[in-house]
């Protein structure tokens, strides 16, 4: 039974099903730091002690591992990862994603005895060894549904801002009824090049919106109210 965090849970299940049980784990590589997660990067780094000196884990959306990875762990090797190896990962992760599967990449690297890591992010999560990634099945709530109808019935029309990639957005938002296609999805960079005109005139359409930061969120909110509509938010972390 999982308390806490359900992403740490599934992980830690998953891990124990391949036979590495975190108390035994916590006691060979004890934790000396972790840089935490944050939506910006929207990855987290633990930083451990082993017998030859220093290992970094580090987890989070994939697009990200893969631009600070420039190693691959493959059958029992490490070889370069090369440009065309990591369109390869990013196409077969985006299968994953249009089932509605959260993708997080993994990757790792090795610092030798005498070079203490510093704990500032652009030295620990630079140069790694990509490992793979889990997929993770986060369904929707069964009551998700019947309340996006409840809504549109009102008058309110919903709208999803997510940090979840494009495709697994798209899927949940079909499967409880908010959009019934997997095309009109605006992400956080799509934003990012958008005068507030422009987005402004997206928003009358777009019902769904993937890897977006909280400021993103808040300009999103702001807007609406400037075209005079009353808006509200809910969800985890608002």
Do not use: W
Not at 15 to 21: C, Y
Not at 48 to 61: L, N, P
Not at 88 to 115: H, M, N, P, Q, T
Request: aromatic residues 6%; charged residues 35%; proline residues 3%.
């Amino acid at each position: 039974r999982v308390i806490g965090d359900p992403t740490e849970g599934a992980l830690l299940s998953a891990s124990a099903k391949g036979g590495f049980l975190k108390e035994e784990l916590e006691k060979e590589f004890p934790r000396i730091g972790e840089i935490s997660f944050d939506s910006r990067r929207k990855r987290m780094s633990t930083i451990h002690k082993t017998s030859e000196g220093y290992i970094v884990f580090v987890k989070g959306a994939l697009e990200g591992i893969l631009s600070i990875s420039n190693r691959i762990y493959e059958q029992g090797e490490i070889i370069e990862l090369k440009e065309e190896r990591k369109e390869e990962i990013s196409k077969l992760s985006e299968e994953f994603a249009r089932k509605g599967i959260r993708i997080l990449g993994v990757a790792y690297k090795e610092i030798k005895d005498g070079e203490f890591p510093s704990f500032r992010v652009e030295e620990v999560e630079k140069e790694l060894v990509y490992l793979g990634f889990v997929g993770i099945v986060d369904p929707a709530r069964p009551e998700a549904e019947a309340a996006i109808k409840k809504c549109k019935e009102a008058g309110i029309e919903p709208i999803m801002i997510t940090g979840d990639q494009p495709a697994t957005a798209s899927a949940i938002a079909k499967e409880i009824g908010l959009q019934q296609n997997e095309t009109n999805v605006l992400t956080g960079r799509d934003l990012e090049k958008m005068e507030d005109g422009e987005l402004k005139r997206n928003l009358r359409s777009t019902k769904v919106f993937a890897r977006v930061s909280p400021e993103e969120k808040l300009r999103i909110v702001r807007l609406l109210k400037e075209e005079g509509y009353i808006t509200a938010t809910t969800g985890d972390g608002v």
